[in-house]
């Protein structure tokens, strides 16, 4: 079983501190837009160019600043249509609220907000793929422990992640950054559904042993 506290791993601690990870994207202040477009040949599992990288970490820092309800939005409407995940998040306390008492209510943004702070490590740090994908296969890893959560369910989330960058970006959300913000959520819900399948099997096959 991994350790009790999920979010343990994306707190404040920078990726430089060897005992943590980053919370926060490296300084941005003298940066400027790479002018090669070509896919940077370092990493093919990510398929977006440098430029493209640049401009997503350069717009999510937009949504970072509007965390909480960007998060809470993600959630509300991944809960509106899906019902019966009230209950996989305990969360059957506002199932018959207001759209805006879901919004406001406190265990949905607080657990909204250490989900974005997530994203906010993994996104800020896109450019660093190894670093990337050891957070989602941790993340991954961790939801095969949560009851009654199967792999597939990830993908749930990707609609309602796309409708609230979208909403809070508003004319900062283009064609252009909508394709972008399309390849990157796939990798993210794919790298966790991996690495979600395969301690599923692990924690079988444990369980198995255990058992017989
Ligand atoms: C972008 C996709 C997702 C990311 C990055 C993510 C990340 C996280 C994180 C960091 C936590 C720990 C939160 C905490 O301990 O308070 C968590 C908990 C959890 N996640 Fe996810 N998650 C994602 C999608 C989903 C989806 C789609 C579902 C279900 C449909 C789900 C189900 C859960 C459950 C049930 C918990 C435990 C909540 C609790 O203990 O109260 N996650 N997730």
Not at 22 to 28: D, L, Q
Not at 34 to 54: H, Y
Not at 80 to 87: K, L
Not at 153 to 182: G, S
Request: proline share 4%; with cysteine; aromatic share 8%.
């Amino acid at each position: 079983m991994p350790s009790a506290c999920s979010c343990f791993g994306f707190g404040t601690r920078r990726k430089s501190d060897s005992v943590g990870v980053a919370a926060a994207p490296k300084p941005a202040s003298n940066q400027t837009a790479p002018a090669n477009p070509s896919t940077s040949a370092a990493d093919a599992r990510i398929p977006l160019n440098e430029r493209q990288k640049f401009l997503l970490v350069a717009n999510w820092k937009g949504i970072s600043r509007k965390a909480s309800e960007t998060g809470a939005t993600m959630f509300v409407q991944l809960l509106r249509s899906n019902e019966q995940f009230y209950e996989v998040f305990n969360f059957g306390h506002v199932r018959s609220s207001t759209k805006e008492e879901q919004l406001q209510d406190e265990r949905i943004t607080k657990h909204a907000e250490t989900v974005m702070k997530m994203l906010d490590v993994v996104i800020s740090n896109v450019k660093d793929a190894d670093y990337m994908f050891q957070l989602l296969q941790k993340s991954g890893a961790e939801h095969a422990y949560r009851p009654r959560f199967q792999p597939e369910m990830f993908w749930k989330i990707e609609e309602p992640f796309l409708f609230a960058v979208k909403e809070i970006l508003q004319d900062r959300y283009t064609e252009n950054m909508d394709q972008i913000y399309r390849v990157i959520i796939k990798i993210i819900l794919s790298s966790l559904e991996e690495a979600c399948r395969e301690e599923s099997v692990r924690k079988a096959i444990k369980n198995g042993t255990k058992n017989s």
